[in-house]
């Protein structure tokens, strides 16, 4: 990409999307498209279709998502599927209509089968059922992959999909009932430390495997593909994540630590409730298709950790 190329995040103020800029202006990118969702709503495809006739973007980085943990997903199963299709949709098609380069779209590792293989691969997709509190949410992110392979091989172009493993990091959203399960973790940490709880209680059992990889990894990655490979090179999509993984109860006793770091002599009791359920029971990307074009993550779970619990302090810490 060059350094002047108009590129567009959509999605820039989450998670991934401000990884992304943040990881665009360090490389010396200097026309970056920025819309707020108040700017540009991506569901509405007559709005789409006018930004990108006006704006001629000569890259796309799909980052815009409706997303949330278990309770979220299965309290909200018609937003989650109907957003996020309608976005892939209309991102997708306006990125052919008016002749973006090359687009990246951000996935999800929730699209693999409950009990897919573990590491799973990305041939393992749609060899089995779905894990059943997410998969409308699993179900628009793999319609949108067929999209942008459908697309490429109806009209030639040139759309990859990455599908990141459980993602965290600076700009998370720590919401107390929509967020995922490590920002989750952190807001609960701080509360009991600031409120003087002696307890936190967390779903499940703590039995769980999860993989995560901090956000500006991902970023780096997608960059990463973005100038050096084309979809012919990647085939449908491509997994990245850190190749570690950790139970629920050693994340949930890390960040116990983390946060009470500055508090010697004070933690409190972690209750798992059991009557809430666990989700997919491992959940490991093989990312050796990426590695294998040459990158690797660079943060370490720990000092990942460390970094988004600082910026949750500064950002969500008295609220």
């Keep these: 990409m060059e350094r002047t190329a108009k590129i567009f995040v959509?999605?820039?103020?989450?998670?991934?999307?401000?990884?992304?800029?943040?990881?665009?202006?360090?490389?010396?990118?200097?026309?970056?498209?920025?819309?707020?969702?108040?700017?540009?709503?991506?569901?509405?495809?007559a709005a789409v279709y006018h930004f990108f006739e006006t704006e001629r973007p000569d890259y796309v980085f799909l980052a815009a998502a409706k997303v949330g943990g278990i309770g979220a997903n299965s309290t909200y199963p018609a937003e989650f599927i109907y957003i996020n299709l309608a976005i892939a949709l209309n991102v997708v098609d306006a990125s052919y209509r008016y002749g973006v380069r090359k687009l990246l779209n951000l996935g999800s590792s929730c699209i693999y089968p409950k009990f897919a293989p573990q590491p799973m691969k990305e041939e393992h997709l749609l060899t089995g059922p779905l894990e059943p509190t997410n998969e409308p949410y699993a179900i628009a992110k793999i319609a949108a992959i067929k999209l942008c392979a459908s697309y490429n091989r109806q009209y030639g172009t040139n759309f990859i999909s990455l599908m990141p493993t459980n993602?965290?990091?600076?700009?998370?959203?720590?919401?107390?009932?929509?967020?995922?399960?490590?920002?989750?973790?952190?807001?609960?940490?701080?509360?009991?430390?600031?409120?003087?709880?002696?307890?936190?209680?967390?779903?499940?059992?703590?039995?769980?495997?999860?993989?995560?990889?901090?956000?500006?990894?991902l970023a780096d990655a997608a960059i990463y593909l973005m100038e050096q490979y084309d979809a012919s090179d990647i085939g449908e999509f491509i997994n990245v994540g850190s190749?570690?993984?950790?139970?629920?109860?050693?994340?949930?006793?890390?960040?116990?630590?983390?946060?009470y770091e500055d508090s010697p002599g004070r933690t409190c009791r972690i209750v798992w409730d059991t009557s809430k359920p666990n989700g997919t029971p491992r959940k490991l990307l093989d990312s050796s298709r990426l590695t294998a074009l040459g990158w690797k993550p660079k943060v370490s779970l720990q000092e990942g950790i460390r970094r988004a619990y600082a910026d949750f302090v500064e950002h969500h810490g008295r609220e």
Excluded: M
């Design 167 to 217: 993602l965290y990091g600076p700009n998370d959203n720590y919401h107390p009932f929509n967020s995922h399960v490590l920002p989750a973790l952190i807001r609960k940490f701080h509360e009991a430390k600031t409120q003087g709880t002696d307890e936190v209680v967390l779903w499940g059992d703590g039995s769980p495997y999860r993989e995560f990889l901090y956000s500006d990894d």
């Design 243 to 259: 190749s570690q993984e950790v139970t629920i109860r050693e994340l949930a006793e890390l960040i116990q630590k983390i946060v």
């Design 10 to 45: 959509a999605g820039h103020r989450g998670l991934v999307g401000s990884a992304l800029v943040r990881q665009l202006q360090q490389r010396g990118f200097t026309n970056i498209i920025l819309r707020t969702h108040a700017e540009l709503d991506l569901t509405n495809q």
